[in-house]
């Protein structure tokens, strides 16, 4: 499918040569007596009015309406027109956070239904028209939405009314001669990015392995000279002495391993990075903690944060952005087996400190914390990892936002601003010492499960303890990831989150965060 921005005037859009005209438009404006829409267009164009003449029925009923399909277009060289109701308008770089949110969520909305529309008529060329396109914010919005929403999981389904139905050939942005055109290679780069997460993670268990995601580490690496790929095999993460991360893999057919992918975009090589830590349990039947059947199939998506970390890569590539990243994919699968670790059993981590294991089911920490310790090597500015890590994030913050806790102040502000701004929003949670109690053992460090405690929390808790000197975040997105119980749903998230802070980061390489304690 071509995607392109063309000068198309809202003013001359019925001129507009094509299958079907969307018009996103407020409707009250459309219908109504509302006299100004935007900042530039005081009067409808002749040729929507001329539109508006020959639809029948009342103008009052229709202006309620959500959207409206017209195949009567006369005064537009259209073969349809299709209205979409947007209801207010609020300009994007002006309005507060929240407004701004609820605008993309609608623009999300908005983008979902035309597609579905465009795919059920079916539609080879559309062009997509709205008055706000002075809105340059708005009008990137609209085209992430469009891109977002026009992914489809090819998934395994083998009768042929059931491949997915590319018939959609180009999709063309209108907007004035004078207007900013949308940047359509950002746009791209983080369809790609966006879209290898949403694959990887909507693969099931036996497809995705953690086999798997080496070889697509090494296929991006292969692609780019700014990349390279380093898989550590199990014997060699046994040798370095990461024996959380080892054990979780025990009881599994499926080699563990761990792909490394070091983005050099940087002008100066030696700057430090940002390292990305990704969870990527494949399957996460709990081990000998083994979970209720109920449910357990959502377990394929235990790699989400993976997923996000290798789209995110994808995307660098593309763009090549000017930091320096590494990504780490904490890959195994946790599988009950008579070689597997069990509840009682006391391991060393990498750090040296011991834990022991309460629950086999809390397996996401133990690989996350080994590879936060292999991390330190690099001296970066700073470690994130995103995890699919408990249940109890699902409780607390639902799908709404993924949970952040950090050890940095300054860090935790720059990427909740982060996720304001690109609406992937994450809500931080203390990590108090008060909580690290629930952690003590008996005969080790720690366990790797808290006591009666709030679960998001302590996994974060324990998590802290081997961030070291460096300034670090953990996202727990459980509940932000996918859609619990309902199919092949996978939202990407944090992608944008991590997306716009890296963005951010590259602007101004001066990276300035210290350890503290976060506050909130
Ligand atoms: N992968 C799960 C967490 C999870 C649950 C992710 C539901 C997505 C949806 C994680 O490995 C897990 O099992 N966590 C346990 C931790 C507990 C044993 C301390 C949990 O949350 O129950
Ligand atoms: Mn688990
Ligand atoms: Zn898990």
């Not at 018009?23 to 109504?32: E, K, N, P, R, T």
């Not at 692609?223 to 979780?248: C, H, R």
């Not at 930091?323 to 195994?332: E, H, K, R, S, Y």
């Not at 010492?433 to 005969?443: P, R």
């Amino acid at each position: 499918m071509k995607i392109e921005a063309r000068n198309i005037s809202f003013v001359k859009a019925g001129a507009c040569n094509t299958d079907c005209l969307i018009v996103l438009v407020d409707f009250d404006w459309l219908f109504g007596d509302t006299p100004q829409h935007s900042e530039s267009l005081l009067s409808k164009p002749q040729w929507l009015t001329a539109v508006l003449s020959a639809l029948p029925g009342q103008q009052s009923e229709s202006s309620k309406s959500k959207h409206l399909l017209i195949s009567e277009t006369l005064g537009s060289k259209a073969k349809r027109i299709l209205l979409v109701n947007t209801n207010n308008y609020n300009k994007l770089a002006e309005c507060d956070a929240d407004t701004a949110h609820k605008t993309r969520q609608s623009l999300a909305r908005h983008a979902t239904f035309i597609w579905s529309t465009l795919f059920e008529l079916p539609v080879k060329k559309a062009c997509v028209i709205t008055p706000f396109a002075e809105d340059h914010h708005y009008t990137q919005a609209l085209l992430d939405a469009l891109l977002f929403a026009s992914y489809r999981f090819k998934g395994f389904k083998t009768s042929p009314e059931s491949k997915s139905p590319d018939y959609i050939k180009s999709i063309i942005i209108g907007v004035e001669q004078n207007e900013l055109l949308p940047d359509i290679d950002l746009a791209m780069a983080i369809h790609r990015g966006k879209s290898l997460t949403r694959d990887l993670a909507n693969l099931p268990g036996n497809i995705c392995t953690p086999s798997y995601f080496a070889k697509t580490a090494e296929v991006l690496a292969s692609e780019s000279p700014l990349l390279t790929t380093e898989v550590l095999d199990e014997v060699m993460l046994k040798k370095m002495g990461m024996g959380a991360y080892v054990a979780v893999g025990q009881g599994s057919e499926q080699p563990t391993c761990m792909p490394v992918m070091h983005y050099k975009g940087a002008e100066d090589p030696d700057l430090p990075s940002i390292v990305l830590i990704g969870k990527g349990i494949t399957f996460d039947t709990g081990g000998i903690t083994l979970k209720k059947p109920p449910g357990m199939q959502n377990m394929i998506y235990d790699m989400c944060g993976g997923a996000t970390v290798m789209g995110i890569m994808a995307t660098l590539i593309t763009l090549r952005l000017p930091i320096n990243v590494i990504g780490i994919i904490a890959t195994a699968e946790n599988m009950p087996d008579g070689k597997a670790f069990r509840p009682g059993d006391i391991l060393t981590t990498l750090s040296g400190q011991t834990v022991e294991i309460i629950s086999t089911d809390a397996e996401g920490r133990l690989v996350l914390c080994d590879a936060m310790t292999y991390a330190q090597q690099f001296n970066p500015a700073a470690i994130i990892d995103v995890a699919t890590l408990t249940g109890a994030h699902i409780v607390s913050l639902g799908s709404h936002a993924s949970g952040l806790m950090s050890n940095s102040q300054t860090l935790s502000s720059a990427l909740l601003e982060a996720g304001e701004l690109s609406g992937d929003r994450a809500w931080a949670m203390p990590i108090w010492d008060d909580y690290q109690e629930s952690l003590d053992s008996f005969a080790a460090d720690m366990r790797n499960s808290g006591s009666n405690s709030p679960g998001m929390i302590t996994a974060g808790c324990f998590l802290s303890r081997f961030a070291g000197n460096t300034p670090w975040a953990h996202l727990d997105i459980a509940g932000t990831s996918f859609q619990y119980g309902t199919g092949n749903s996978a939202s990407s998230r944090p992608f944008s989150l991590l997306f716009a802070f890296l963005s951010q980061c590259s602007e101004s390489t001066n990276y300035q965060w210290t350890i503290s304690p976060v506050l909130y």
